[in-house]
């Protein structure tokens, strides 16, 4: 088969069917998806299934959006009233609340009907993959998640030119340069196309208990020695009660892959170099190694078993004093009755032992906040374009966002402004349904620590299966050493990328 844009798309979208009914392993679907250049977040494998915080049917009720904004909705929308458009999306805190509760604000203004498949995030690539192969617009938006821009960069319109194109449909005040620049950068931009506007933001951040820090003289670590060495002293103190920190380190998992990056990054590490050979196994590399073992003295046995999963649920049981994860975990570990409420704090990750590295390959930016992210993209194949361009403005929207925000969705605002609306700064409170007293953090984290993987085709499979294969088996103890380890897989790795 020769491989051009509809080929391609219909192949992939055939080979994510086998692989969601089962008919296709898991190493020959990210082989099949990498040679058809999607990495690991479009292959469904990156931060699925995310909850984020709660959103409580009191806060909900009667929540009211700006008068002004949905007025012009409801003028600019009178020519499409009637028509329906759909959005597949995996489950992220926007979504959720969308999909929940506000997306009726919407309809009600608008008289357009809303509907929204929440699924899987392979599922959600199957539905897309086949929308654009056959061109039939099923769905009139899309969720695109990072690592999709690249293989859908033509299958979208830029909303820049959207919204300079048609003044009628230009949601007033809408202000596109409101969106935090690094994640226009990093999640919404391809080779000056902007894909999609910016949707979601996980991103790591430090996460201690105040009570447990005051209680044994500790202060929020501001390096990564630091941290290890708290970790040991709440590990001594308390253990084995709580433990030092925890971890994502199920064995072959993307969860492990992504510790591995933020001890690897904060070592001063690559995983690529400007020549593109991998560079883990290096002297920061080994470095990196010896410092994460050093730090898995103090977590639990389990952390071999858990994705964030486990980790989110270990940590809001107060089984750690400290962790570094996905900050919008934070609301729901502080939520009223959880068994950590009120005792957490949030802190920007400690700075790497070493200067960040520069020259890397494949687009890598070391930072020890590792990042994950998403966009909102209309369709070019979209049977009511206008109508979810109206949809896509109004669910990216600064009013919507602090809505989102404000009833507890965790997750970082896109946009900087909401950090700073009084119904945000309001809710910085501890122990209250829907916190924001974590987000100064967040935004801090995006501004200054934010880390990116690589973007090159193999990406699926090398932080999917090869490296997080070898790493497990690492930890299981079929490796002597860390440098074995990390030879290994830079071995692997290097074949397959020159393969």
């Avoid at 086949?130 to 061109?135: K, N, P, Q, Y």
């Amino acid at each position: 088969m020769r491989f051009n844009q509809s080929n391609r798309k219909r192949y992939l979208a055939e080979v994510t069917r086998r692989y969601v009914d089962g008919h296709m392993d898991r190493r020959d679907f990210l082989r099949a998806g990498a040679k058809l250049g999607l990495g690991a977040g479009a292959l469904g494998l990156g931060l699925g299934g995310r909850q984020g915080g709660l959103f409580p049917n009191a806060l909900a009720q009667g929540v009211e959006q700006d008068p002004e904004m949905m007025k012009w909705l409801a003028d600019a929308a009178k020519p499409f009233a009637g028509q329906t458009i759909r959005l597949a999306t995996e489950s992220t805190p926007p979504s959720n609340a969308i999909n929940s509760f506000l997306k009726q604000n919407f309809i009600d203004a608008t008289g357009i009907n809303v509907e929204i498949e929440v699924l899987p995030l392979e599922q959600v690539l199957q539905k897309l993959t086949l929308d654009v192969a056959s061109g039939l617009g099923t769905y009139d938006l899309y969720y695109i998640d990072q690592s999709w821009m690249a293989a859908f960069s033509g299958d979208v319109i830029d909303p820049r030119e959207k919204y300079e194109a048609d003044a009628a449909l230009a949601m007033p005040d809408y202000n596109m340069d409101d969106f935090l620049p690094a994640l226009v950068d990093g999640i919404s931009m391809y080779e000056g196309i902007m894909v999609g506007v910016p949707y979601d933001i996980p991103i790591f951040v430090q996460i201690y208990r105040r009570d447990v820090y005051e209680e044994l003289g500790l202060t929020v670590p501001t390096t990564m020695e630091e941290y290890l060495s708290n970790a040991q002293a709440i590990m001594e103190a308390k253990g084995p009660d709580m433990y030092g920190t925890t971890g994502q380190m199920k064995s072959g998992h993307y969860s492990l892959e992504c510790d591995w990056t933020c001890w690897l990054w904060g070592a001063g590490g690559a995983i690529f170099g400007p020549d593109g050979k991998f560079t883990g196994n290096d002297a920061d590399g080994i470095a990196a190694m010896e410092y994460w073992m050093k730090l898995k003295e103090t977590m639990p046995e389990g952390v071999t078993t858990w994705t964030w999963d486990g980790q989110g649920q270990a940590m809001g049981q107060g089984l750690a004093g400290q962790v570094m994860s996905w900050g919008e975990f934070f609301t729901g570990w502080d939520a009223p009755g959880s068994p950590t409420s009120g005792l957490y704090e949030a802190a920007v990750p400690p700075a790497a032992s070493k200067a960040l590295r520069g020259d890397t390959g494949y687009g890598e930016i070391p930072g020890v906040g590792h990042q994950g992210g998403s966009s909102l993209a209309v369709s070019r194949y979209a049977k009511s374009p206008d109508a979810a361009w109206l949809f896509a403005q109004w669910a990216t929207s600064y009013d919507t966002q602090v809505l989102i925000t404000a009833l507890g969705g965790g997750t970082g605002p896109t946009r900087g402004s909401v950090y700073d609306d009084p119904r945000i700064l309001a809710n910085a409170k501890p122990g209250i349904e829907g916190t924001t007293r974590h987000l100064p953090v967040v935004r801090e984290t995006i501004a200054n620590h934010m880390g990116s993987e690589p973007d090159l085709p193999e990406w699926a499979e090398l932080s999917n299966d090869t490296i997080p294969v070898e790493l497990g088996k690492f930890w299981a103890g079929d490796y002597d050493s860390p440098q074995e380890v990390m030879d290994e897989i830079a071995r692997k790795v290097d074949d397959i990328v020159g393969g």
